[in-house]
């Protein structure tokens, strides 16, 4: 496959991102527990939207044809309430939900509106019991740096995640309510992107920019990414459902080759939404949707955010940065110290004795290597501060420290005096006697003793320089 040449195919591309976030859901206080066990209750439901609220021809259609059909919603007595069930009016927005948003929306150069409407979006398939989604504008006009790339954010909303789907048949839809209300960011980029490969960057910067509020769900499905590229003499088409955002240029570029077979046939390809397949191809999955039919939410009140208190956060990027720089280690010490939420500035201020090097290795490569070369997990934190202070203070000695965490990983209990440091005086006596005992054994014969005797407690070069000296 000759490679493509974007610019002269005319590929533009836009992405939207869509994050759930950790804590209480967004219009009640149930937790964002996502469950696929047995449920607690199940209710039945019919379509609640009447037609003169869905308005498009397609849409009111597809209503007509959903209308015959009813739904299951599978709950649960803990995690779902009469909010998700439409029994109940929404409570006051979720602040910590929107708190977050409006931190997104500021790192990405967004403008903060003045005021925030809740609104409606009309939902038809049953995925939420009310037949809408609610969905608030944040943030607008903001941009993304990529390379030396500046790539235009359009929108930041804050909306309820709908419910999952569990099984679809022509009669009826069963939906697990437990997803329903899940405080989701939308973030929509302009068709800006003029290269798969960029579009996965801008994926991968967002992606962080989110991570780095520390607030965002974590897991598969927690982050989804939808494509929308077209090119000259296509049709512009949606890519939805990437299972990672490392797959997005290969499945881009499958597409366009896919719109470039049809025209070169002699075909117009046809917009539409289309599904990111396991394997990097697309496959057909609706029509494209017209402009969402909105209206506003009227039991919930405006909400007119305060922008000066909106804090942003440093990113995981410069956290990492400044890692690096500051002790010394490796980008990738560093960015897994970030990553795993290690506070690494304590750790290093408490044992100045060792080097920072020493400590990010053993927080984070060491756990990795007993697992790869014992097949032991060892959750290195609860030991860290007693082997770290230890070494720091010379109790043992820093080869000691990975040789314990090894037995503890076994089962054993740390064993900290086999390990006791030997003192130089100690030392010096202990090797005065060795020769004294063993006139006629050369050098290399008694270090041999020395070292059974003090293996990872003394240092050779000590050895060696009492045995130069008191060896005549
Ligand atoms: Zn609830």
Same mark, same amino acid.
């Given at each position: 496959?000759?490679?493509?040449?974007?610019?002269?195919?005319?590929?533009?591309?836009?992405?939207?991102?869509?994050?759930?976030?950790?804590?209480?859901?967004?219009?009640?206080?149930?937790?964002?527990?996502?469950?696929?066990?047995?449920?607690?209750?199940?209710?039945?439901?019919?379509?609640?939207?009447?037609?003169?609220?869905?308005?498009?021809?397609?849409?009111?259609?597809?209503?007509?044809?959903?209308?015959?059909?009813?739904?299951?919603?599978?709950?649960?007595?803990?995690?779902?309430?009469?909010?998700?069930?439409?029994?109940?009016?929404?409570?006051?927005?979720?602040?910590?939900?929107?708190?977050?948003?409006?931190?997104?929306?500021?790192?990405?150069?967004?403008?903060?509106?003045?005021?925030?409407?809740?609104?409606?979006?009309?939902?038809?398939?049953?995925?939420?019991?009310?037949?809408?989604?609610?969905?608030?504008?944040?943030?607008?006009?903001?941009?993304?740096?990529?390379?030396?790339?500046?790539?235009?954010?359009?929108?930041?909303?804050?909306?309820?995640?709908?419910?999952?789907?569990?099984?679809?048949?022509?009669?009826?839809?069963?939906?697990?309510?437990?997803?329903?209300?899940?405080?989701?960011?939308?973030?929509?980029?302009?068709?800006?992107?003029?290269?798969?490969?960029?579009?996965?960057?801008?994926?991968?910067?967002?992606?962080?920019?989110?991570?780095?509020?520390?607030?965002?769900?974590?897991?598969?499905?927690?982050?989804?990414?939808?494509?929308?590229?077209?090119?000259?003499?296509?049709?512009?088409?949606?890519?939805?459902?990437?299972?990672?955002?490392?797959?997005?240029?290969?499945?881009?570029?499958?597409?366009?080759?896919?719109?470039?077979?049809?025209?070169?046939?002699?075909?117009?390809?046809?917009?539409?939404?289309?599904?990111?397949?396991?394997?990097?191809?697309?496959?057909?999955?609706?029509?494209?949707?017209?402009?969402?039919?909105?209206?506003?939410?009227?039991?919930?009140?405006?909400?007119?955010?305060?922008?000066?208190?909106?804090?942003?956060?440093?990113?995981?990027?410069?956290?990492?940065?400044?890692?690096?720089?500051?002790?010394?280690?490796?980008?990738?010490?560093?960015?897994?110290? $970030?990553?795993? /939420?290690?506070?690494? !500035?304590?750790?290093? #201020?408490?044992? *100045? =004795?060792? +080097?920072?090097?020493? @400590?990010?290795?053993?927080?984070?490569?060491?756990?990795?290597?007993?697992?790869?070369?014992?097949?032991?997990?060892?959750?290195?934190?609860?030991?860290?501060?007693?082997?770290?202070?230890?070494?720091?203070?010379?109790?043992?000695?820093?080869?000691?420290?990975?040789?314990?965490?090894?037995?503890?990983?076994?089962?054993?209990?740390?064993?900290?005096?086999?390990?006791?440091? $030997?003192?130089? /005086?100690?030392?010096? !006596?202990?090797?005065? #006697?060795?020769? *004294? =005992?063993? +006139?006629?054994?050369? @050098?290399?014969?008694?270090?041999?003793?020395?070292?059974?005797?003090?293996?990872?407690?003394?240092?050779?070069?000590?050895?060696?320089?009492?045995?130069?000296?008191?060896?005549?």
């Amino acid at each position: 496959m000759a490679a493509l040449n974007y610019d002269e195919l005319g590929l533009k591309c836009g992405i939207e991102i869509h994050q759930q976030l950790e804590g209480k859901k967004l219009f009640c206080d149930c937790l964002t527990e996502i469950r696929k066990d047995n449920p607690d209750f199940k209710i039945v439901r019919r379509l609640r939207a009447s037609a003169g609220e869905i308005g498009r021809v397609d849409q009111a259609a597809l209503y007509e044809q959903k209308k015959q059909k009813y739904f299951i919603y599978q709950g649960y007595n803990d995690i779902t309430c009469d909010v998700e069930l439409d029994e109940e009016p929404p409570h006051p927005i979720n602040q910590e939900a929107l708190k977050t948003t409006l931190q997104v929306a500021k790192m990405l150069n967004c403008m903060i509106v003045d005021e925030i409407q809740v609104m409606r979006k009309t939902v038809i398939d049953g995925s939420n019991t009310s037949g809408f989604q609610r969905t608030m504008l944040i943030g607008m006009n903001g941009f993304v740096k990529v390379g030396n790339r500046k790539i235009r954010i359009e929108s930041v909303c804050l909306e309820e995640e709908a419910c999952q789907i569990i099984k679809r048949t022509k009669e009826y839809d069963i939906y697990n309510l437990s997803r329903l209300g899940i405080p989701l960011i939308e973030i929509a980029t302009s068709a800006d992107i003029k290269t798969p490969e960029e579009a996965r960057e801008v994926a991968s910067k967002i992606g962080m920019i989110l991570r780095s509020t520390g607030a965002c769900k974590r897991g598969i499905g927690s982050i989804r990414q939808d494509v929308n590229l077209s090119i000259k003499g296509g049709a512009r088409v949606e890519i939805k459902g990437f299972q990672d955002y490392r797959s997005i240029p290969k499945i881009m570029n499958y597409e366009i080759e896919r719109q470039l077979k049809l025209i070169k046939q002699g075909k117009k390809p046809e917009e539409q939404v289309r599904k990111a397949e396991p394997d990097f191809t697309t496959s057909y999955l609706r029509p494209m949707p017209g402009m969402d039919r909105m209206y506003p939410e009227t039991d919930i009140p405006s909400i007119k955010p305060d922008v000066r208190e909106v804090r942003t956060v440093k990113t995981i990027e410069q956290r990492t940065k400044e890692l690096v720089k500051k002790h010394n280690i490796s980008n990738d010490l560093a960015s897994q110290l $970030v990553k795993q /939420e290690i506070d690494f !500035k304590d750790y290093a #201020n408490k044992y *100045k =004795n060792l +080097k920072p090097k020493f @400590i990010a290795d053993i927080l984070i490569n060491a756990p990795k290597e007993i697992k790869a070369r014992f097949n032991k997990e060892i959750n290195v934190f609860e030991y860290a501060d007693e082997l770290f202070s230890r070494a720091d203070s010379e109790i043992i000695p820093i080869s000691a420290v990975f040789e314990i965490l090894t037995e503890i990983a076994h089962g054993k209990k740390p064993d900290y005096e086999k390990y006791k440091g $030997v003192s130089d /005086e100690e030392l010096e !006596k202990e090797i005065t #006697n060795l020769i *004294k =005992n063993n +006139k006629d054994a050369p @050098i290399k014969a008694l270090m041999g003793m020395v070292m059974a005797k003090y293996r990872g407690k003394i240092d050779g070069k000590k050895a060696i320089e009492f045995l130069k000296k008191h060896k005549k």
